[in-house]
């Protein structure tokens, strides 16, 4: 059983949006879960990076300099999903991007991959016209 699955992506002109869903069990994504979950990405022949993160209440989040002000990361623990709205869509966004759950006693705000224990399969992102 894959715990996180992601979904939502798809092709879409720039300046388009598109709305991702992160899907996992009340482990990872409920109001007793305490994780913080996060949305990374990797571009075709790069690195994957930090997009977004949101605490484990949904009150609090963070966001790479990139996306600030065009994404928005939320949360619905009654749901057990996280999505990631993504507006005003540029052909650098195209990625595949990740869902995942940080490890317990991490901060929202570090942005390091390595904090991060469970990890979806990806659903890809492409901007173009």
């Known amino acids: 059983q894959v715990p996180i699955v992601e979904s939502g992506g798809g092709l879409v002109q720039p300046g388009g949006s598109l709305r991702l869903s992160c899907a996992a069990s009340?482990?990872?994504?409920?109001?007793?879960?305490?994780?913080?979950m996060g949305w990374f990405r990797q571009a075709p022949g790069k690195e994957r990076r930090f997009v977004a993160a949101?605490?484990?209440?949904?009150?609090?989040?963070f966001y790479t300099e990139s996306v600030t002000g065009r994404f928005t990361i939320s949360r619905d623990n009654a749901k057990n999903t996280v999505y990631l709205q993504m507006d005003s869509l540029k052909p650098e966004d195209t990625a595949v991007y990740y869902c995942?759950?940080?490890?317990?006693?991490?901060?929202?705000?570090?942005?390091?991959?390595?904090?991060?224990?469970?990890w979806g399969q990806g659903t890809r992102v492409t901007v173009s016209t």
């Open positions: 009340e482990r990872f994504i409920s109001k007793n879960s305490k994780k913080n």
């Open positions: 949101v605490d484990w209440s949904g009150n609090s989040t």
């Open positions: 995942a759950a940080q490890r317990l006693g991490s901060r929202y705000y570090q942005t390091n991959e390595d904090l991060y224990d469970y």
